[in-house]
């Protein structure tokens, strides 16, 4: 293996020969006629002349020493161009000749010190260092002749090099000691399958501009894959003790009490004035169904929904929304949940706190032309993608087909469909309401995050006047919450799932929370997520 030990320069006298060519010697087309007193000497004087021809960049020249002058130059160059060589000097260490063979072949190995000058990327940055290493070759006198030659071995260029492998200089990005919540307590301490794949993901690469990274020479399969134990340091990464998240300690305790009520059930929590993410929490073994769930939001959606409407201007929340007990729209008949209906006179605050599907649906035709998806990015900064503060990696946490028309977008419009979402795309929608702004929920203070454009005052009012019904008078009022919260419960029917999955998202301005639950094939909203939202509020 070429170990950061094998590859240092090994403490000792390192000795530039001068060789002394015999009128004759360069004219040969291969080998070297060397003109020393000794087959030590003489292996000495054609490994200097090989040496001194590679370092100079007359890789041919180099090759032709060898007794195989084409795969010799083809690796030479490879050498120079994966390792970005810039500069290499190269001695031969003195009275490192080591006979073998017979006095009539001589074979002699000959040891020699390589200081290459090597480049790699990092970002827009190129790293460039010095790598030291001791390799060896074995030169020996061609039967009948006064020709020596190197053996070639793709190790004569550096030591356990194969040829089917090949070395690489490569960027190593500082990775990090550990990753600790808000008061210092390291997340993998929660044993929440979500925190520690995040833990993982921050201790490989820093944030940007924490830490510097460093420089390695590795050797690679073909396929570019590193070969174990294979690594030597050039340039060492400053490497950074301890990173801080925003997840709160109080807030991690409390979500992960709440979802130990069910199994596959997952929250998130947000503080809405900053976006921070204080919480994270699963039941659902490693799924991480709180980040990576791609399922349809279901009533919480309506949020969305009437966001779009409002700002349309098509209704308000005291406008009178009929919903009737069934709707069809191209051929297909959307049911309310049994055969639920609301008159004509049903004010739309009601029609949402009750969550009367087809008072939603019957609005399609209001939201053609992307209006659903383009209130979902613009206003409430979902459908792209986020970065969290886990560098190198982005995600979207709630999708929206832009070209829904017809029965898609009726059924969109109260949260199926094709829609897909997560409980951290849900908790920023509460979230957004509370503030009345979207901040891109983080994990990181200093994350470069998205922006969108501020609720309309108007708009904002009347949707914190709709959550209020939910759970005064709506769908979440057996719950308990009391006067402070406001709330949309969820139900999404998943095709092949016994249940539908429960959702309910929230917040409690209070507190300056804002919470999204999610607990899949199980029930309703309110009888599912709901009293896990209730008992995370309760001990927060």
């Known amino acids: 293996m070429v170990t950061a030990a094998a590859l240092a320069v090994v403490a000792g006298i390192a000795a530039v020969i001068v060789v002394v060519l015999a009128p004759g010697s360069h004219p040969n087309a291969t080998g070297f006629v060397p003109t020393g007193s000794s087959p030590g000497q003489d292996a000495e004087q054609i490994t200097t002349a090989f040496l001194q021809a590679w370092q100079t960049g007359d890789l041919g020249q180099a090759a032709r020493y060898t007794d195989h002058p084409a795969v010799a130059q083809s690796a030479l160059a490879v050498y120079r161009t994966d390792l970005r060589l810039s500069q290499l000097t190269a001695t031969t260490q003195a009275g490192s000749a080591a006979a073998s063979g017979t006095s009539s072949t001589p ?86 399958a979500g925190l520690t794949t995040i833990a993982n993901l921050l201790q490989r690469k820093a944030p940007p501009g924490q830490g510097t990274p460093g420089l390695y020479v590795e050797i690679q399969t073909a396929r570019n894959q590193l070969v174990p134990n294979s690594q030597a340091v050039v340039i060492p990464p400053n490497n950074i003790p301890s990173l801080t998240t925003t997840i709160s ?60 409407l409002i700002n349309a201007g098509v209704l308000t929340a005291s406008s009178a929304v009929a919903c009737p007990a069934a709707y069809t729209v191209q051929g297909i008949t959307y049911h309310n949940d049994n055969n639920e209906t609301l008159p004509p006179s049903t004010p739309f605050v009601t029609d949402f706190a009750q969550s009367c599907n087809n008072a939603f649906s019957t609005q399609w035709p209001h939201l053609s032309g992307g209006g659903l998806a383009h209130t979902a990015k613009n206003y409430f900064g979902l459908d792209q993608s986020w970065n969290l503060g886990i560098s190198g990696l982005s995600a979207s946490y709630f999708n929206a087909p832009a070209g829904a028309s017809g029965s898609e977008l009726a059924q969109e419009a109260f949260g199926e469909g094709q829609l897909t979402a997560s409980p951290l795309g849900m908790a920023s929608v509460a979230a957004t309401v509370d503030a009345g702004t979207f901040r891109q929920p983080v994990l990181l203070a200093g994350t470069r995050r998205v922006t969108a454009t501020a609720l309309p005052a108007s708009t904002d009012a009347q949707l914190k006047q709709m959550m209020a019904a939910v759970v005064s008078s709506g769908t979440a009022a057996g719950i308990g919450f009391g006067p402070g919260v406001y709330a949309k419960t969820g139900t999404a029917d998943i095709q092949g799932q016994e249940q539908p999955n429960s959702w309910l998202i929230a917040f409690d301005p209070a507190q300056d929370v804002a919470v999204a639950c999610l607990v899949v094939n199980a029930g309703y909203g309110a009888q599912y997520a709901g009293p896990e939202v209730k008992a995370f509020l309760g001990k927060y």
């Open 249 to 308: 300690a109080q807030a991690e305790t409390a979500a992960r009490a709440a979802v130990a009520a069910r199994t596959n059930s997952s929250m998130v929590v947000i503080q809405p004035s900053t976006g921070d993410i204080l919480a994270i929490a699963n039941n659902d073994g490693y799924n991480d169904f709180a980040l990576t769930a791609q399922v349809a939001p279901g009533s919480t959606m309506k949020v969305i929904t009437s966001t779009a």
């Open 107 to 192: 074979h002699e190995s000959v040891g020699y010190a390589i200081n290459a000058t090597v480049a790699a990327a990092y970002g827009a940055k190129t790293l460039r260092g010095t790598w030291k290493y001791n390799a060896s070759l074995v030169a020996y006198q061609h039967p009948n002749s006064q020709l020596w030659y190197i053996a070639w071995a793709p190790d004569v260029l550096a030591p356990n090099l194969t040829a089917s492998t090949h070395l690489a200089a490569v960027s190593v990005a500082p990775q990090v000691a550990s990753v600790n919540d808000a008061g210092g307590n390291d997340l993998t301490s929660y044993g929440d």
